[in-house]
């Protein structure tokens, strides 16, 4: 940097410079004792400075830096111990039983559904599922959930038992085996389960009855 | 999540379909494959008796046999018999793409069914996709190969259940495989007897007097019951469509059409009906248009012996 002496353009800039500091800081100075004031005169209306210094901070935060902060004090003080249940958790537990409230939770639900065709919001709510859906128009439908069926293949079927199983001995069973090949009904409507020994009595009385072996028509010659 | 498939989880319905006893329709068999499934069924009715013996039933077979010879309506029949669900697996859903995942399903597979009560038949069509004859690896699949076999090969002789295996191609399937099943029945094509019988059941609600379905049982030598089925069914077909699109209904037209649809595979030789088409004996001495079956049912052995009944006889019969 050129030399800086007295009466040299350069001090001439820096007297500038320095002075329009000196400027600046009383204007700051100016405007805090006016934010003083301002807390001053909100305190004498009883508001609480330290509530408004708290929001004054949280308006200041981007909302998304805000949740975040709000979610991580949350597991902070949850992991401390200090968590007690949180407002909308005791609302939410109100709405149970509460119809009115339910109304409102399920219409404050209503901003929070996704747009058409990019998902829905399903509340349930004293046993009864309600779903949010959003329509074309953007319009927030709300239909009455059908209470969930089984899954279809989700358990290997089993045979359905056709008819009561018939309450006779073994013998009786092949005699049933007869009475069904006189009726010319297939051996495989045995109505004895698997493993039961009345099944192979049956299939046996119906094979001696049907001269076949049930499994096609015999050769004639 | 479709490329994930190899790894969702599914109940035993997922490896195919569970065919349960009230389904199963009545084979047609040749007497041979009768008496072999009969004693097996003999055998596991009386398991209890054998106990005392110190003996097992048979719980593995392996029905090998040209495609469409019946193989799965003759497992369906038996697991109907016995009153058991049979579920008939798929092998596209136990041969996965990535490396172990087949093992993995026959293991899954296994399980599953070991769970089941009661008991659930395990028939695994096309068996020679899984049970690949093993050999040595010069490739990472051949070898994941060989490690599925071995899988495979542990968990049949394992599995305390009725499993029934097919395959057309019975030189395919690994020995060691092979050997873990201890009945094997060969499905052979229906002999005239059983064509009949065939030909009677799927033309049904329509039926051919006793000459004349003869005739035609016999122009079909060589053919599948699946064929046939094909056939009758095509037939049935053309009566019901034919007048509403002003089809030419005469029987050579007719009947030309209907082969034209229907092929056999070259490789299992053209019965004579596609031979000779609708010039075929059996055509000429088929009455038109077709009977329905209730108006022939006592129908005796027609007094007039249909024409060209002797060219039949003269016809070079197939080996």
């Known amino acids: 940097m050129a030399s800086l002496g007295k009466n040299t353009p350069q001090t001439r800039e820096l007297t500038d410079v320095v002075e329009r500091i000196e400027k600046i800081n009383g204007e700051i100075k100016d405007l805090q004792e006016d934010r003083t004031a301002v807390f001053a005169e909100a305190k004498a209306k009883g508001f609480s400075t330290r509530q408004m210094r708290r929001l004054i901070r949280v308006r200041a935060m981007k909302p998304h830096d805000h949740q975040e902060d709000e979610a991580e004090y949350d597991v902070y003080a949850h992991a401390m111990g200090l968590a007690t249940e949180p407002p909308l958790l005791r609302y939410m537990a109100k709405a149970g039983t509460d119809t009115a409230v339910r109304d409102q939770v399920i219409a404050a639900m209503k901003s929070f559904v996704p747009p058409y065709g990019k998902g829905d919001i399903t509340v349930t709510m004293d046993g009864q599922p309600v779903r949010l859906v959003r329509d074309k128009d953007g319009e927030v439908e709300m239909l009455d959930v059908e209470p969930p069926r089984p899954a279809k293949n989700s358990a290997p079927r089993q045979p359905r038992p056709k008819r009561e199983v018939p309450n006779v001995d073994e013998d009786g069973a092949e005699r049933l085996g007869v009475l069904y090949a006189k009726d010319n009904r297939p051996v495989i409507d045995n109505p004895f389960p698997y493993g039961d020994p009345r099944r192979a009595r049956f299939d046996e009385g119906w094979r001696r009855e049907n001269g076949g072996d049930g499994m096609g028509p015999d050769d004639e010659d | ?319």
């Not at chain 2, 008796?49 to 029905?63: G, I, T, V, W």
């Not at chain 2, 495979?152 to 191609?169: C, K, S, W």
């Open chain 2, 1 to 319: 999540m479709g490329w994930l498939d190899d790894d969702a989880p599914r109940g035993i319905d997922g490896y195919g379909d569970l065919l349960t006893p009230s389904e199963a329709a009545e084979p047609i068999l040749a007497r041979p494959v009768r008496n072999a499934l009969l004693e097996w069924l003999t055998e596991i009715f009386a398991e209890k008796e054998l106990e005392e013996a110190n003996l097992k039933p048979r719980r593995r077979a392996l029905f090998s046999g040209k495609p469409g010879t019946g193989k799965t309506t003759l497992a369906h029949h038996l697991a109907a018999r016995l009153g058991l669900n049979m579920l008939v697996v798929k092998p596209e859903r136990i041969i996965g793409s990535f490396l172990g995942s087949t093992g993995r399903n026959i293991g899954k597979l296994f399980d599953l069914a070991a769970k089941c009560n009661p008991p659930v038949i395990l028939f695994m069509d096309e068996f020679d996709a899984i049970a690949i004859k093993r050999k040595e690896a010069n490739s990472g699949a051949e070898e994941e190969r060989n490690s599925w076999v071995n899988t495979l090969l542990q968990r049949v002789e394992q599995h305390d259940g009725f499993i029934i295996a097919a395959t057309n191609f019975a030189g395919h399937i690994d020995p060691a495989v092979w050997r873990r099943f201890d009945v094997h029945i060969e499905v052979d094509l229906p002999g005239q007897f059983e064509r009949e019988r065939i030909l009677e059941r799927y033309l049904a609600p329509w039926g051919l007097p006793r000459q004349s379905l003869k005739l035609l049982a016999e122009s079909c030598e060589t053919a599948s019951p699946a064929l046939m089925r094909q056939l009758a069914e095509a037939m049935k077909r053309q009566l019901v469509i034919g007048p509403k699109v002003r089809w030419d209904m005469r029987r050579e037209p007719t009947i030309e059409r209907m082969l034209a649809a229907i092929q056999p595979h070259p490789d299992v030789g053209k019965p004579r009906l596609w031979a000779h088409g609708a010039r075929d004996a059996a055509i000429a001495a088929m009455p038109w248009p077709l009977p329905k079956a209730d108006e022939i049912k006592d129908d005796p052995a027609p007094t007039d012996a249909p024409t060209g009944s002797e060219k039949v006889v003269q016809l070079p019969r197939r080996a």
